[in-house]
């Protein structure tokens, strides 16, 4: 009975099995040889990971790849003795620098695959391969693998010379007539085809070693350099300046002290790599060239292993390929698509602001596909095209294709519209949106299109309830399309401009239903929300009585307040996401907007900054702000008032409203501003508030109207470049030594648009402004990585074209402010110790702010606030609490111990936003009781102040 592989090795260890004896077993194990491929490259425990507890098995793997390659490459259409071998290959690595690592005297010429010119020489090789001995490979060892030091162990071992580049261009060589196999490959059994084998094996060739270290891949790279006879005189030059920085890189990095700062370790590390990209880029272009491929199939190996996408696009030089061909992969229909397409998420957030799941259900970006085609043009485009069945093993690329069928023009309106109507064709009820609207009348077609959506959800009432959700989710998709198609910033916005009329008849119809004492009533409350009353004759009513919630008025009722409850929770999220991105709104839209009985809501409450076209400046430089007032009978049109009651008039339209005066005439008759017809409004950040001036008078504006805002923006934090910032340029250490959790942090980020690269860390692209902010972190975010929590490093803003660092002072302020509330907000719910600290002093201030106005609305001036304390002067004694964690100590005494009930606080203590925020709620509910410590009843309070005293 053969003994198991974890048995084997342990003896191996010991040095009671040899090196023949311990291939052997690998071999003849079961799925071996892909187990210890699959367990090198994940993260699983030690004693179920054979390839993390006996890292020599990597070595051993390494030389069996090697020997079944030069069998099997050579191969005809008959499979060979080392077929099952390798079909049992995951991973093909580049080792031929693996050797130069620790010593350069071991560097040999690579061994290039040569193949056999006859039977009799192809059946000497595989006789050799069947039959591997391995002392000519690995030095034979008197005494027992444990007593060897790690680098003996590798020096014995990397004896292999796989030369991933030639074993690509073999199977490229093999496949450039046939293509690759687009379909799934099931199973591993040797009875797989050339074509289905030979596609594997490029799906599993890579062109880097992953195992090397940054410095000691410097050093391979440079001995590389000096040891290459071949490479012609400009190249040599170029790449030998490059390695011979990087090897003092290398030097640099192992004997740094510890006073070398991060950013010296992240350029090192970028310069080496860099290197080592020019090493095998060089190498694959001069394989190509020598193989004289054809464009097509590197497209398609660009497709189908996207780990060789740079190489190849290096090498062609087409502007636009790898945005198109990511183009192609993020509006691919597949099942598993957040699984598939997780390793492509931030390449994809590069090019696309829409979510990953937004694709999924069939979003399309319509600006992303004309700035990749206009870059290729249509010829290469169409070679895109034709190799876009690699992308997924099935049909998935259909759905692709038909959108970019759409997009240039190539299905029209008639055809979507007739699959549509006569076939119900999902696929073609998102296309709908996406053909170009009408050049003659757009805003007709785009009602007409609008209208026959509704139409068709309206319809698939008729079928089952798995068959309406998911007809009803291809109509929302739909909607987007047609939004991004008719320029909206925001799908959202079309929805409203549409949906406005309708909801209007929703509640100008009838509401209330009544039976006897019974009545049940939709309304919209001071907020905006949504609210069904229930009576029975004067009484309220917790809820609906059972004998009524079947009757359809009611049904219809609930239905109702689904839709305008569902409605509010987007209007808040996507207004707060079109003040952080800066959208403009005419005038016109805002007052269609306004008319909506849940988003006007919002929007009068937010404050508004006005900014004129730039063909018509005005002269005063302060731009004029202040909240939304819409067309009254005593205003002849909208205007913003700011907290002094000035008014600023919007004239658009004016002269409808003006008879014979002229729009001066009216600017002087209200002592006010008039502005031009060309104004574009967008919601204020509070940058704006404080460059202007005027943020404590809107603060006091909103405690005196006591204004709840649908989230924060007058009391929103802001963040502006430190000294220490403003002094590194391009580096910040804002955060630098806090420790997070991972789970928790990747969670909150990316509800706020970040995302996970493997490479970089986390990161946050802005397309409008052409930059991506990166958080550097001593942490692996795929990993739930609980032996040491990450450690933040550095903040980093780059141009999103040229990779360059941008300077903090030429970073929009808003953009800067927002990202550092993103890792603020992580630094204070996500840190290590699992305990919610406000730490940043951005949210000290805004406190302090908060206490100051709610002890003048209510009236107390006994209480002060100095940095990061409330002091309070009581009647029976003096306190302090602090502003960030609302902890409360006696003046001259101990610290009290006042334990909050957070529901308690909700709709007690006045607070200007709708965020949830217990702890400021507690906060300002402690410092109230303090002031006013006289009429404290609580027993233990009081024991506790009595003592001290």
């Known amino acids: 009975m053969q003994p198991s592989l974890t048995l084997t090795a342990r003896a191996y260890q010991q040095g009671l099995v040899n090196n023949d004896e311990m291939m052997a077993v690998i071999l003849t194990t079961g799925n071996a040889l892909r187990t210890i491929q699959q367990d090198q490259g994940c993260q699983k425990p030690q004693a179920c990971n054979v390839a993390v507890s006996f890292p020599f098995l990597i070595d051993f793997v390494e030389v069996i790849i090697e020997k079944v390659l030069q069998v099997e490459l050579p191969r005809g259409e008959l499979a060979t003795p080392m077929t099952l071998f390798a079909t049992q290959i995951e991973r093909i690595e580049d080792t031929t620098l693996k050797t130069m690592v620790d010593d350069p005297a071991l560097a040999t010429p690579v061994v290039t695959h040569v193949l056999a010119q006859d039977n009799s020489q192809n059946q000497a090789s595989i006789t050799e391969a069947a039959s591997i ?141 860099q290197a080592a990209n020019n090493h095998w880029q060089h190498r694959f272009d001069a394989a190509v060239t020598a193989a004289n491929f054809e464009d097509k199939l590197l497209v398609g190996l660009a497709m189908y292993a996207r780990q060789w996408q740079t190489l190849v696009a290096n090498h062609l030089q087409w502007p636009g390929l790898k945005s198109g061909i990511y183009w192609l992969i993020a509006h691919t229909k597949i099942s598993d698509y957040q699984e598939a397409n997780a390793d492509d998420e931030s ?41 876009a069945k690699y992308i997924s093993g099935g049909n998935g690329h259909r759905r692709a294709k038909l959108y970019s069928d759409v997009l240039t023009g190539d299905l029209k309106i008639r055809e979507v519209t007739q699959k549509l109507k006569d076939k119900r064709d999902q696929d073609y009820v998102r296309l709908f949106g996406l053909v170009p609207l009408s050049k003659t009348n757009p805003q007709t077609d785009l009602l007409n299109r609008y209208h026959t959506l509704l139409q068709f959800k309206k319809d698939s009432k008729q079928f089952g309830s798995q068959r309406q959700q998911s007809e009803n989710a291809a109509v929302d998709i739909a909607l987007e399309n047609l939004a991004r198609n008719a320029g909206f910033t925001d799908p959202q916005r079309l929805t409203w401009a549409m949906e406005t009329e309708t909801l209007q008849q929703i509640l100008a119809g009838d509401t209330t239903f009544v039976d006897g004492e019974v009545s049940v009533s939709l309304r919209i409350d001071a907020q905006g929300r949504a609210q069904l009353d229930v009576m029975r004759g004067d009484k309220p009513l917790k809820s609906i009585p059972a004998k009524y919630k079947k009757d359809n008025t009611i049904a219809t009722l609930k239905a109702h307040k689904k839709t305008l409850t569902e409605q509010f929770k987007r209007a808040r999220h996507s207004f707060e996401m079109a003040m952080v991105r800066g959208d403009e709104f005419s005038a016109a839209e805002l007052a269609t907007l306004f008319e909506h009985p849940v988003i006007g809501k919002h929007l009068d409450k937010l404050v508004f900054i006005a900014e004129n076209d730039k063909s018509n400046p005005k002269p005063d430089p302060t731009m004029p702000m202040g909240f939304y007032k819409a067309k009254t009978a005593n205003a002849p049109c909208a205007y913003l008032e700011d907290p002094t009651g000035k008014r600023f008039y919007l004239a658009d339209n004016l002269s409808d409203n003006l008879s014979n005066n002229s729009a001066d005439d009216l600017a002087q008759n209200m002592s006010t501003d008039l502005m031009g017809t060309d104004i574009k409004l967008r919601i204020a950040h509070c940058v704006d508030l404080q460059q202007a001036h005027v943020w404590p008078d809107f603060q006091h504006y909103c405690f005196e109207r006591q204004i709840v805002q649908p989230f924060k923006q007058i009391f929103r934090e802001l963040y502006v470049p430190t000294p220490d910032e403003l002094a590194a340029k391009s580096v910040s250490r804002r955060y630098a030594g806090h420790q997070v959790q991972p789970a928790k942090t990747v969670a909150l980020l990316k509800s706020r648009g970040w995302r996970a690269d493997y490479e970089e860390g986390l990161q946050k692209v802005n397309h409008r402004l052409g930059f991506r902010v990166k958080m550097n972190a001593l942490a692996d975010w795929f990993t739930p990585a609980d032996v040491e929590a990450p450690t933040l490093e550095t903040v980093m803003f780059e141009d999103l074209h040229t990779g360059k660092a941008l300077d903090f002072v030429d970073i929009e302020p808003r953009a800067f402010s927002e990202a550092m509330r993103d890792l603020d907000l992580v630094v204070s719910v996500a840190n290590a110790s699992g305990v919610a600290v406000n730490t940043s002093q951005s949210s000290i201030v805004l406190r302090g702010v908060l206490v100051g106005e709610s002890m003048r609305l209510f009236k107390q001036d006994n209480v002060k606030v100095k940095e990061r304390h409330a002091l309070i002067k009581g009647g029976l004694a003096e306190y302090s609490v602090h502003l960030g964690s609302a902890v409360v100590h006696q003046i001259g005494g101990s610290y009290l111990s006042i334990l909050p009930i957070h529901s308690q606080h909700r709709g007690k203590v006045f607070l200007p936003f709708m965020d949830d925020d217990p702890k400021t709620a507690e906060l300002i509910s402690k410092v109230l009781l303090l002031a006013r410590d006289e009429k404290i009843l609580d027993p233990t309070i009081l024991r506790q102040i009595k003592s001290d005293n």
Not at 228 to 236: L, W
Not at 347 to 367: C, H, P, Q, T, W
Request: one cysteine or more; proline letters at 2%; glycine letters at 2%.
């Open 133 to 273: 001995k391995t002392e000519a490979l690995i030095p034979s060892r008197t005494h027992s693998y444990a007593q060897l030091s790690h680098a003996q162990i590798s020096r014995a071992h990397l004896n292999t010379h796989t030369d991933s580049i030639a074993v690509l261009t073999t199977l490229l060589t093999h496949l450039a007539k046939t293509g690759f196999y687009a379909n799934t490959i099931y199973g591993w059994s040797d009875g797989l085809s050339k074509k289905e084998l030979f596609s594997k094996l490029v799906a599993a060739c890579y062109p880097v070693y992953s195992s090397y270290p940054v410095a000691l891949l410097a050093k391979a790279t440079n001995n590389k350099a000096k040891e290459s006879k071949t490479i012609d005189i400009e190249t040599t030059n170029t790449e030998t300046t490059n390695t011979s920085a990087i090897a003092q890189a290398s030097t640099d990095l192992t004997d740094c002290d510890s006073h070398n700062t991060t950013a010296q370790h992240t350029a090192q590390n970028a310069q080496t790599m």
């Open 347 to 387: 390449a994809i957030a590069r090019y696309s602001n829409i979510e990953l799941d937004e694709f999924k259900r069939g979003a399309v970006d319509i600006d992303w596909f004309h700035n990749a085609y206009s870059e290729l043009g249509r010829k290469r485009w169409e070679v895109l095209y034709d190799c």
